[in-house]
Every structure is written in C-alpha cells, then in structure tokens.
C-alpha cells in the first residue's frame, strides 16, 4: 500500500517546469516586462532560477548593473541573507532557516508544484538549511524535498532531518533504529550525508536510553561521515537540561520551537547562557507560535491557555491598527538573536517565503514591538506540558 501511494504521488509531479530568468543584460533594477523564459535546469553552470511570484513583491534592494551575457541570479543582488555560526559544528546557518513540515501536508493540503517553488524560493533568497523528519507526513517530506533537491547541486544547501519520533504515538529510539532511519532518510532526499540529524521530541520518551544507546550510535554514524553535526529537540526546558546533564559533551546542538517568541522568550532567558558557555548550537523553530502570532484563525489544537491566545489577538489588532502583520513582526524578532543561530520557519506557498525575506530586510518598529511586548508582559513565557509528566 505503501509503495502504491508513493507512486500515485509520484504520477502528478512533472519532469520538468518553466521558470522566469531576469536577463542580466542593461538591468539596473528588478523589471517584471524584462523577464524571459528559461528551462528550470539549463546548461550555464550553477544557474539557480527566479521564481514569478517574486514580481509581486517590492524587495528594497538594488540590482547593480552588469555586462554578464548569460542571465543572472537576482539573489546574488540582494543583501545577502545574514548567516550565524551553529556553535562550534563548523556549520554556518541562515538566520532564517526553511523548514520543510508543511511538505508533508501536516496543516493543509498542498499543491505539488507550489510546494516545489517553496524550496527553490528558499534556495534562492538565502534559506539554505533546510530542516525535516520522517515524522513529518510520515515520509512524505523527505520524499517531496528529494523530489524538489534533485539536480541542485548538493554543496549548495544545508539538509538537516530528524530521527526517533516516526508517528504521533511511534517512538524508536534504539540503537538499531538509528542505523535504519539514517538509511532511509538519505535514500528519500537523494543524498549520501546529512549535515545535521537530530533527535526528535526526546519528552515522549524515558530518557536513559538516549545516552546509553541513542547518542552513541549517532556518534558511530557521525565518525562514518554519514552525519556532520548530531544533536535534539524537545519542549519542556527540564528536559532540555536533564538530558544535557549526560550528553553536553558529546552534541553540536539543540533545536526548541515555540519558546523564543513574541510571547515566549523561556528558551533563550533560561537555556541558551547554558549552551553558549559550552559552545553548543542554538537552534529556534516555531516564530509564529503555530499561528499564534498571524492572523490566521487560531487551529483547534493550539494548546496555549487561553489567556494566552486573548493576548495575541489583542496584539495582532494592534499591529493591524498600525499597518503592521504581527507576523512580520514576530519573525523579525525571533531572528534578530544574536546567539540564536538560526529561526526555522515553513510554507509550502512560495509566496510566504519571498514574503519573510522581504520583512527580514526591513527594520523591526521598534515602537510597535515595545507596545507587543507590553500587552504579552502578564502572560510572558506561559506555556503547556509536553510529553510524559516526568520530562516537564
């Protein structure tokens, strides 16, 4: 049943698409009339395409004149996207990194080519890491990322996924697993390394068993070149410190979603002094709070308190009042910590994509953000358990 439904996948993602190339020659700025058809692949080396929904964006950068005879990359123009050392992984991360969730069709259905455009876009503006799991429809994304990746050239992006957490009640933290997961997860995205792996939602688990088995077969996968930087994901920050106390010396890294936001800011107040004293990577996924902090209409399984979410519609009508997106406005803030490597955010719409670059190139008002702040002050850093009871 399996393989079927893969391949039915597999009959509606076409060969080959068309994409718009800005011309490089007599261009001083970005002129949609200007734009000529080119095949997504073509011969001139390392050609990565622009995608047409960009012209429905004005980007305040300037495209500098150039006598090139082939047509140009337009992100090779722009301001480049800031990058952050992920501790001492030898990893260099994009502070706004493209997380790969939605590919999976977790929160809505999705369309194939959009989804596609979504990680070329990301390439394109700077977004090279990008962040999966075999969690995420429950292969379907790093399938699709294979798919999306395949002909780019390997060097040019970051590929991070994760291990152990395989379901919403499937969890396989063995040492055998380990071995089986990375061998799948490489085969779906088409590649022969992993720049990052991690394991995912240690909470749900009994912790022993990851550094008495876990973390030492990814070590052993480490040391086969199979994986450059190892490390986890969780929620609640007492089991972020339970398992560093066994397992700080041996990690890169940690990624927590949600709790360096707008409203929550526990995970850099609390843990982030900790992994900076030990040369840890810091990783942030999560800025808008899953659509806390958008205007969306709030999903019915956000499991913020309620108190919580009346706050965050006040201070959404507040930046709206403003002419503001309280979107823009978290991502903006969540990104702009300096020893927060990387902020992971998806979309399988490639127009929220082009859309965060554009604000990531703005300044933050820091006006409206003082007046944000205010109004989340009484619920600051409220949260809700995750996992079993003893990991919170």
Same mark, same amino acid.
């Given at each position: ?95 706004? =990194? ?34 999966? =799991? ?49 061998? !799948? ?41 199979? !994986? ?18 066994? !397992? ?28 900076? =004293?030990?040369?840890?990577? !810091? ?15 709030l999903p019915a399984w956000l499991k913020e308190p309620e108190e919580v979410k009346a706050a965050a519609r006040a201070a959404a009508k507040l930046c709206h009042d403003n002419g ?69």
């Amino acid at each position: 049943m399996r393989c079927s439904i893969w391949h039915s996948l597999q009959k509606f993602i076409p060969p080959a698409r068309e994409e718009l190339l800005i011309p490089a020659d007599s261009i001083d700025h970005f002129i949609p009339q200007k734009i000529e058809k080119k095949p997504l692949f073509s011969d001139i080396e390392r050609l990565r395409p622009i995608h047409t929904h960009f012209a429905e964006f004005s980007f305040p950068f300037k495209i500098s004149q150039t006598n090139l005879s082939q047509p140009f990359i337009l992100n090779q123009y722009f301001v480049p996207m800031e990058t952050r050392p992920l501790g001492q992984s030898g990893l260099e991360l994009p502070i706004l =990194s493209f997380g790969a969730s939605s590919l999976g069709a977790e929160f809505r259905s999705i369309d194939l080519n959009e989804a596609f455009s979504a990680v070329h876009t990301a390439l394109d503006l700077g977004m090279n890491f990008i962040d999966t =799991s075999p969690f995420y429809g429950r292969g379907m994304s790093e399938v699709m990322l294979g798919r999306a990746l395949k002909g780019i050239d390997r060097s040019s992006y970051l590929l991070g996924t994760k291990l152990g957490r395989y379901s919403e009640t499937h969890f396989d933290f063995s040492a055998k697993r380990v071995d089986e997961s990375l061998h !799948v997860s490489m085969h779906r995205m088409g590649t022969d390394y992993l720049d990052l792996v991690l394991l995912h939602d240690v909470e749900f688990v009994k912790l022993d068993q990851l550094w008495e088995e876990t973390i030492p077969a990814l070590i052993e996968a480490k040391n086969a070149g199979k !994986v450059r930087a190892i490390g986890f994901s969780c929620y609640p920050l007492a089991c972020f410190n339970k398992v560093l106390d066994h !397992v700080e010396d041996d990690i890169d890294c940690v990624l927590s979603y949600n709790q360096y936001t707008l409203q929550n800011t526990s995970f850099a107040d609390d843990l982030v002094p900790r992994l900076k =004293s030990k040369g840890l990577g !810091v990783i942030n996924a999560g800025p808008f709070s899953a659509r806390l902090l958008t205007n969306a209409e709030l999903p019915a399984w956000l499991k913020e308190p309620e108190e919580v979410k009346a706050a965050a519609r006040a201070a959404a009508k507040l930046c709206h009042d403003n002419g503001v997106d309280i979107a823009q406005l978290a991502l903006q803030y969540s990104c702009g910590h300096d020893d927060i490597a990387s902020t992971v955010a998806g979309s399988a719409n490639p127009k929220n994509v082009a859309k965060w670059a554009q604000w990531l190139a703005e300044p933050i008002d820091q006006s409206l953000l003082a007046q944000v702040l205010e109004i989340f002050a009484p619920v600051k850093n409220l949260g809700h358990p995750e996992g079993l009871p003893e990991n919170n």
